[in-house]
């Protein structure tokens, strides 16, 4: 079966430079979320999207922004790259946004800034 | 404000052992959902169960079993029989349905590591 599809895999950076991360949700899912998963540390829920609208907002910097695109994949767009921002980025997809459909999650992206 | 714990850090058992890790939540909603996922160390998050809140039944999937209570703001997971395969982090992650808010609030994670 089609799973989620994040891109790239691996990405290294430098400070202060930008990053975008794609993630290609699974047929007929319409929602996408972003999670950042420090190291040794839980998920975090950063940002989400239903039917290309923002449906909610959890603590993503103001340096990161989103989109859901007409085909429902998602784009993450990270600037002014920190340290900090060194972590595993997960996107996952559910049919339908109330919480109540699991969220299935790519293999994530994997951020080092150096 | 949604809270899940997994006051196992880390755990350490040997193969054919049973194991269970705990997850303990709090929510103001009477309506919420309830997962499981695994993380082994190549680091994907692999979907086991999701359980909603008015469905306290005990579910059984192979060697893996949950135990949810309301009562106790508890859903347990149960491995039977150990094997190295199940060497993971396993997280306990919390959803509610009302408010708009479908994100998903994880606990910390529990090691399991399990020794030939």
């Known amino acids: 079966a089609a799973g989620v599809i994040q891109s790239p895999r691996h990405l290294i950076k430098e400070k202060r430079e930008t990053a975008t991360l794609k993630c290609y949700p699974i047929?007929?899912?319409?929602?996408v979320y972003w999670y950042q998963q420090g190291p040794g540390q839980d998920p975090q829920f950063l940002i989400s999207?239903?039917?290309?609208?923002?449906?909610d907002k959890g603590s993503i910097p103001d340096r990161f922004s989103a989109q859901q695109f007409s085909d429902y994949h998602s784009e993450l767009n990270m600037s002014s790259l920190e340290l900090g921002d060194s972590a595993l980025y997960f996107c996952a997809s559910s049919l339908g946004h109330a919480g109540n459909q699991p969220q299935h999650f790519g293999d994530g992206t994997r951020l080092s800034i150096l | 404000a949604q809270k899940v714990t997994q006051a196992q850090t880390e755990i350490s058992v040997v193969e054919k052992e049973d194991v269970t890790l705990d997850c303990v939540y709090e929510t103001r909603d009477t309506t919420y959902y309830l997962f499981w996922y695994k993380q082994p160390p190549s680091g994907e998050l692999v979907f086991l169960i999701r359980?909603?809140?008015?469905?306290?039944q005990n579910e059984i999937s192979g060697r893996y079993s949950w135990n949810f209570q309301k009562s106790t703001s508890s859903f347990n997971f149960t491995i039977t029989a150990s094997q190295v395969v199940d060497s993971a982090v396993y997280f306990c992650?919390?959803?509610?349905?009302?408010?708009?808010?479908?994100?998903?609030?994880f606990g910390k994670g529990t090691k399991l590591t399990v020794n030939p």
């Open positions: 359980r909603n809140s008015f469905d306290e």
């Open positions: 992650a919390l959803s509610e349905a009302q408010g708009g808010s479908e994100k998903l609030v």
């Open positions: 999207f239903y039917e290309k609208m923002q449906s």
């Open positions: 047929p007929r899912h319409d929602t």
